[in-house]
């Protein structure tokens, strides 16, 4: 059983599951995940598409959803249980379904845990207690698990084997139909529907704002695996700009920006893998935000300034998640090529920090070893 809630897990899930099935064709592998993950053969019982949000209060709105699919997979686990639970990110959930494999005998494995690190650090107790194993993607994340006794291996971050890079820049935008004496500004609204609501209205108006004050850009937006093009479609059509929505190729769009305009999550480290300016943004309910600021044990929210250990890119949280402010960030990204090729220089390191590489052919071979 398998629990990829998010995008970025039903990317690294599908390529992990291609990687097991080219070591052991006949392992079977179901439970929650999307369109990666069933192009490599997965049962899904649940879409990950349908439990994307973020936000504490936003979970709540979404509860009856949640809260089935939760107990969907527990029922499972108690009347036929798998070898293995796989759990990847997605921690509120995938603890709690945690207890129940405990319960049922069923081995755990968490693949790119809970950031016990950055805040709500006494979760590392139940991880200890609840799961068999930790495979995590950062060598500071060893360090700390092995420092509460907790068993743990680093495999290595997967977007280091993920990478797509072109040679040919002029050709892929061409392919995405961008005029070649204009510069390039990304758009990345997320992965889950609360955050197309809560933050594309500011992104599409930080793009407007941006035209207004300029004659030499253009925009393209990227849709997430967990969404439609109808989810953002209409967003567009309201602001009366043109923005190319391309589905399905991600790090072809990072590697055709120039700069990027993107929200908190695991799309800043790949961006930053490419070394492509960005902004970060993120906004979330204020009742939220009063909480999780208050929990948070780190100075940056951004993957890519907290890998690089220093604010490598700029980020504008909550209230400063503002369209004037984000021009601002973008204008001087675009005006100021020291800076736009410093700020590039620096994002490009982050790679050195993430390991050698192999970290898809690492959890595979991690779960064929724990199935054994």
């Known amino acids: 059983m398998v629990i990829a809630g998010e995008a970025s897990a039903d990317l690294h899930a599908g390529k992990m599951i291609h990687a097991v099935h080219k070591i052991d ?11 990666n993950m069933r192009a490599e053969g997965f049962d899904t019982l649940v879409d990950s598409k349908d439990l994307a949000v973020v936000g504490l209060v936003e979970v709540l709105a979404h509860r009856k959803v949640i809260f ?19 759990l990847i990110d997605y921690p509120d959930f995938n603890m709690r379904l945690a207890k129940t494999a405990k319960e049922a005998g069923v081995k755990i494995l968490y ?15 139940a991880i ?20 509460h006794n907790v068993p743990v291996e680093f495999v ?12 040919d820049l002029a050709a892929l935008k061409k392919e995405f139909q961008l005029e070649t004496d204009k510069r390039v500004i990304g758009l990345f609204p997320g992965s889950r ?14 793009a407007k704002q941006l035209m207004q004050q300029r004659n030499d850009v253009q925009f393209i937006l990227p849709v997430a695996s967990t969404l439609d093009k109808n989810d953002i479609l209409p967003h567009i059509e309201q602001s009366n700009i043109p923005i190319t929505v391309i589905e399905n190729h991600s790090h072809e769009v990072i590697q055709s920006c120039d700069v990027i ?25 204020w009742l939220t935000y009063q909480i999780v600021s208050r929990m948070l044990k780190i100075p940056h929210i951004g993957l890519c300034n907290i890998v690089a250990g220093k604010k490598v890119t700029p980020e504008l949280i909550q209230n400063k998640a503002k369209p004037a402010l984000i021009v601002a960030e973008i204008n001087k990204l675009l005006n100021d090529d020291v800076y736009y090729n410093k700020t590039r220089s620096e994002l490009l390191q982050v790679k050195e920090k993430l390991g050698g590489g192999g970290g898809i052919n690492n959890i595979a071979k991690l779960v064929i070893d724990m199935l054994a």
């Open 68 to 86: 089935g699919a939760l107990n969907q997979m527990r029922e499972i686990l108690l009347t036929n249980p798998p070898d293995l639970l796989l």
């Open 128 to 147: 200890k207690e609840l799961v068999d194993t930790m495979a995590v993607v950062f060598p500071f994340e060893e360090t700390f698990y092995k420092q």
């Open 156 to 167: 290595g971050h997967p977007l280091t084997d993920e990478l797509e890079t072109t040679s």
């Open 25 to 35: 064709p006949s392992i079977t592998f179901f439970g929650i995940g999307g369109n």
């Open 261 to 285: 305009i993107t929200v908190s999550g695991t799309v800043t480290l790949e961006i930053a893998l490419y070394g492509i300016p960005v902004v970060i943004i993120n906004k979330v309910s």
């Open 111 to 125: 693949y790119i845990g809970p950031q016990v690190w950055a805040w709500r650090q006494k979760r590392v107790y």
């Open 193 to 206: 529907h609360s955050e197309i609501k809560r933050l594309l209205p500011i992104i599409i108006e930080s």
